[in-house]
């Protein structure tokens, strides 16, 4: 094969070609997300694909909606002499969704910067051995060509004029802020902001998980869209707990023992209730290493991301624990930013809080804090005294603290807890009320 034919035979992808063009057959809108990668009609190597998308150009330029017929007709007025309808056609029988259409623009112009590379570099070759009276020359011609070539990468930044109207739309909307629910949660900032991260820490046994439940369930009743990473408990064992937090009346420590009365009408009406409300949760407790569970965002693209809890994450590498939890602070808060969602993340707090005769957890008790503080939005914790000292502390009270907020303000907030209910209250005094749980006479508490 001679040079001209290797040089014509250049890195090309003729199935990404082919589902940009039926992504947008599928997915009108998908144009404007490749269209930033696709900066010339030459990015596409096949001349169908290349016909196809100068038409498709047109129809948005007329502002003509896409589909099958119109993209027919308007090649047929650009393309009198060609015959596209069979590779039309096809594209929608090769194309089964639109979701992964940046990708593919990606690889289309990354093909094309290629093939440029190999034409460039013959030219430069045979400058290189032509009879010369000026280096100088060949050498700035040389950087003309390589400017050129760095030049096909696409221009990522964006107007502010675009930026500004998304902002005002965002404000006019109102959904740029996801609220909590609960009014601890959502004194400091009023809930969290999309494209952002909110940590929650805490000691064992101090109700994270539940606290998470019961966020779980305000966000439903929100009808937001949910993907939940189940790490220190099974799918089946939240689930448990939901139908407790969702039946008023059931106990959890009845339900682990065993001893939950027989009522197969109500936990029927509790399951029907919970495959319906909670139809937009996505749970997940099988994914261990972070660069699944960011696969899966991206895949079902939620309003918000649960993770609890980032210390059970696996990084397939033998870094150091603190650049690990930097890896996975800054891959959650680059999904936030990609998908415009919020991730509310549980967080392990270390020791030294149990050591300190001042148990109130501080930033510096999170576990590698300070990535921790540097990336959040809020950084939360639950405090649950009761744990250090059954005197001094209420067995129906627990402490929701604050302590950063970067668009609000810092505190903490009493509220109630049953965790034997799994479920958070105004007051502690809702919280015993609430109480149905029984201890043996012969239970000492430690």
């Known amino acids: 094969m001679s040079e001209k034919e290797q040089i014509k035979m250049s890195p090309c992808s003729k199935t990404a070609e082919e589902s940009i063009l039926g992504g947008i057959l599928l997915d009108e809108t998908s144009f404007d997300k490749v269209s930033p990668w696709i900066k010339k009609n030459d990015a596409f190597y096949f001349s169908e694909s290349k016909m196809a998308w100068q038409a498709i150009k047109e129809l948005r330029k007329e502002k003509i909606p896409i589909d099958l017929v119109t993209l027919g007709n308007k090649c047929k007025d650009l393309y009198p002499k060609e015959s596209l309808a069979y590779y039309l056609s096809g594209l929608l029988e090769s194309t089964p969704t639109a979701a992964n259409i940046e990708n593919h623009g990606r690889i289309v112009w990354e093909r094309y910067v290629q093939r440029q590379a190999i034409k460039l570099s013959s030219i430069l070759t045979n400058r290189g051995f032509a009879d010369y009276t000026s280096v100088s020359s060949t050498v700035t011609d040389q950087i003309r060509i390589l400017e050129e070539l760095r030049n096909l990468q696409p221009d990522r930044s964006r107007k502010v004029d675009l930026i500004v109207k998304e902002a005002i739309q965002m404000i006019k909307k109102g959904d740029n802020i996801i609220p909590f629910g609960m009014f601890a949660l959502d004194r400091?900032?009023?809930?969290?902001?999309?494209?952002?991260?909110?940590?929650?820490?805490?000691?064992?046994?101090?109700?994270?998980?539940?606290?998470?439940?019961?966020?779980?369930?305000?966000?439903?009743?929100?009808?937001?869209?949910?993907?939940?990473?189940?790490?220190?408990?099974?799918?089946?064992?939240?689930?448990?707990?939901?139908?407790?937090?969702?039946?008023?009346?059931?106990?959890?420590?009845?339900?682990?023992?065993?001893?939950?009365?027989?009522?197969?009408k109500r936990l029927e009406e509790i399951e029907e209730k919970i495959s319906k409300k909670y139809k937009d949760v996505r749970m997940y407790d099988d994914v261990r290493n972070l660069d699944d569970a960011m696969s899966e965002i991206s895949r079902h693209k939620p309003d918000i991301v649960i993770d609890d809890y980032i210390q059970l994450i696996m990084i397939p590498n033998n870094a150091d624990r603190r650049f690990q939890i930097e890896n996975i602070m800054?891959?959650?808060?680059?999904?936030?930013?990609?998908?415009?969602?919020?991730?509310?993340?549980?967080?392990?707090?270390?020791?030294?809080?149990?050591?300190?005769?001042?148990?109130?957890?501080?930033?510096?008790?999170?576990?590698?804090?300070?990535?921790?503080?540097?990336?959040?939005?809020?950084?939360?914790?639950?405090?649950?005294?009761?744990?250090?000292?059954?005197?001094?502390?209420?067995?129906?009270?627990?402490?929701?603290?604050?302590?950063?907020?970067?668009?609000?303000?810092?505190?903490?907030?009493k509220v109630g807890f049953n965790g034997d209910k799994c479920r958070f209250y105004d007051t502690k005094n809702k919280a015993r009320e609430d109480s149905v749980s029984k201890l043996s006479d012969n239970w000492l508490e430690s």
Not at 342 to 356: H, K, M, P
Not at 362 to 385: C, N
Request: hydrophobic residues 35%; contains cysteine; aromatic residues 10%.
């Open 188 to 264: 400091p900032a009023g809930g969290m902001t999309r494209s952002e991260v909110t940590v929650l820490g805490g000691r064992p046994g101090h109700g994270k998980t539940t606290l998470m439940l019961n966020v779980l369930k305000s966000l439903v009743e929100q009808g937001r869209k949910i993907v939940l990473f189940n790490r220190e408990m099974s799918n089946t064992e939240m689930i448990r707990k939901l139908i407790i937090l969702e039946s008023q009346n059931l106990s959890y420590s009845e339900l682990r023992s065993g001893t939950l009365r027989d009522d197969s």
């Open 330 to 413: 800054l891959e959650y808060k680059w999904i936030c930013k990609k998908e415009n969602c919020s991730a509310f993340v549980l967080s392990q707090l270390n020791r030294e809080i149990e050591r300190r005769i001042d148990p109130y957890p501080r930033m510096s008790d999170y576990a590698e804090s300070g990535v921790i503080e540097q990336t959040v939005e809020t950084a939360l914790f639950i405090f649950y005294g009761y744990n250090f000292d059954h005197q001094e502390y209420d067995m129906y009270e627990t402490e929701i603290i604050a302590s950063k907020s970067r668009y609000g303000t810092v505190g903490g907030f």
